[in-house]
């Protein structure tokens, strides 16, 4: 339970946003030309960090945007969020 | 067996005000090389070490523990048994660990308090019910006991469930399987610990693995909070920190590590005798012996390690009991705990060798690990031993997530894990 600083709306309860899951994973640019282990990389692979994670949130139950954020999943601390296409801010590994 | 417990050593013991009770596993320090090294002391991970010893007769091994033996999972899930999965590799599975579960109390000469007091899972809607009848003629199919019941057997087997049809989620009908049930999670690790610690099994707690030694492409040891351990064969079973420790070794797992919570009430007299699951609304109830009130949730949608989880997943939990119970509306609830399950995309779990050589992983059981404990940890043992899965749970390997030959019991049975 914790609280997320939307970059559109503001500080609000988790419960309106749901998890994305991991960041910045690239869709293939050629989807016909992967192999099986490309694929399942893609699809199936995480990194599943316990410490510090980049990933993706919807404001589902808000302005339903998507955004990034920077977290530390080992004590759900929000360290930094920033918008879709921006890139990750670089004081975090 | 040194110390077998029995009616007379009950006796024996009761005389002299229970004072002389010997330990039931040792504490020993890591010697400098083993066999092999089982990372994670919990039920799975102990039933591997047992299986190993006693079917496999490898003597030589230990069990690392970070904190205590079955203080992670094994002793924070709500302890619900039963094999009703709708393929047939999960059907194997499962059904092969409950065969054991029937006989684990004698097994081990440690009292499980295995209670088959039946688990019904509840349809609430349309679909629920062509899935839940579908499942049931799959479950027959591989000879495990199922049973279709209307929403009058349902009232009849447990009179407390609230079938009135204007409910938000009303019962219309659900499924029975006899020989499900619970037992003692406690008792479950305590068990195997007993045992194989009997059989010459290190047992190692407050032992942290702190980095994995490869020599190329085959494992030479372990770092641990303990100093370095020397082994070519290492079965990890760490559940939510599976990833934690493939990480260690170079490897990504199909995993995503999430919170699962479930809460007990204050203990009341008997009045639920056995299990009700519903998917639909999220919901589990059981009563313990003590006469808690067990319940559990959902997990969170994030990835997180904290051993929390999130209000809103308990209250909507709650909200779900008490329409499907309104007798509980004034029952107070005593504890709250979460736990961090792997789960992995298809909701069944990896037992597996990698493609180090000498690493192999127990892992994915995501929301429903308890139930498969005693099979786990024979398969496991099995594929450690040989270097090759059983046929049991050969389907259940890491390559499935590149053949696309996935065993989904996720989205195809909306089977609560």
Redesign the interface.
């Known amino acids: 339970m914790f609280l997320i600083n939307c970059p559109f709306c503001g500080e609000r309860d988790q419960s309106e946003f749901s998890s994305g899951g991991e960041a910045h994973i690239v869709r293939p640019k050629q989807p016909t030309e992967l192999s099986d282990d490309e694929w399942a990389e893609y699809l199936f692979m995480r990194k599943n960090i316990k410490g510090i994670q980049f990933e993706r949130w919807n404001h589902v139950h808000g302005c339903r945007k998507w955004f990034n954020i920077v977290r530390d999943t080992s004590n759900d601390k929000i360290l930094s969020v920033y918008k879709m296409g921006e890139k990750p801010p670089v004081n975090y590994k | 067996m040194k110390n077998k417990y029995s009616v007379f050593s009950l006796i024996k013991n009761a005389l002299s005000q229970h004072e002389n009770w010997q330990q039931a596993w040792g504490n020993p320090e890591p010697k400098k090389e083993y066999e092999a090294i089982i990372v994670g002391g919990g039920g799975h991970g102990l039933a591997t070490a047992y299986y190993l010893a006693k079917k496999h007769n490898l003597k030589n091994i230990a069990v690392l523990e970070k904190g205590w033996i079955g203080g992670g999972n094994t002793g924070r899930n709500t302890t619900i048994i039963r094999s009703n999965y709708l393929w047939d590799a999960s059907a194997g599975l499962y059904d092969h660990a409950l065969k054991l579960w029937e006989n684990l109390s004698q097994e081990l000469n440690y009292n499980v308090m295995f209670s088959q007091r039946g688990v019904m899972n509840l349809a609430h809607n349309l679909q629920d019910v062509r899935d839940l009848k579908r499942r049931t003629h799959a479950n027959r199919l591989n000879g495990i006991d199922a049973v279709w019941l209307n929403t009058e057997e349902v009232k009849k087997f447990c009179p407390i469930i609230n079938t009135s049809p204007d409910i938000r989620y009303p019962v219309l009908g659900g499924t029975l399987q006899r020989r499900a049930g619970t037992a003692r999670h406690d008792a479950v690790a305590w068990g195997y610990a007993r045992g194989a610690s009997e059989m010459g099994v290190d047992i190692i707690q407050n032992c942290e693995v702190k980095g994995i030694k490869r020599n190329g492409d085959r494992v030479e040891g372990l770092e641990t909070t303990k100093g370095f351990i020397k082994t070519n064969k290492i079965g990890v079973v760490a559940a939510g ?1 599976s ?2 420790i493939a ?1 260690m070794a170079g490897l ?6 999430k919170p699962l919570q479930a809460l007990v009430s204050e203990p009341v007299k008997p009045i639920i005798d056995t299990v009700v699951m519903s998917n639909a609304v999220h919901a589990y109830v059981s009563q313990s012996d003590k006469g808690e009130l067990v319940i559990g949730a959902g997990t ?7 051993q ?5 997943i308990v209250e909507e939990t709650l909200k779900a009991i008490l329409e499907l119970y309104p007798i509980f509306s004034r029952m107070k609830m005593l504890r709250q705990w979460g736990g961090i399950v ?1 789960i992995c ?1 298809d909701a069944s779990p990896i037992i597996s060798k990698t493609n180090i050589k000498g690493l192999y992983f127990n892992c994915g059981w995501g929301t429903g690990g308890f139930k498969a404990t005693p099979g786990s940890g024979d398969l496991f043992a099995h594929t450690i031993a040989n270097d090759e899965p059983h046929k049991l749970n050969a389907a259940f390997n890491l390559n499935r ?4 030959d996935l065993v989904d019991e996720h989205g195809a049975a909306a089977v609560a894990h």
């Open positions: 920190h990833s934690v990480n990504k797992l199909p995993l995503e590590s969170d949608s994030y990835v997180s390690y904290t929390r989880g999130s209000h809103n792997d995309p997530f590149v053949s696309g």
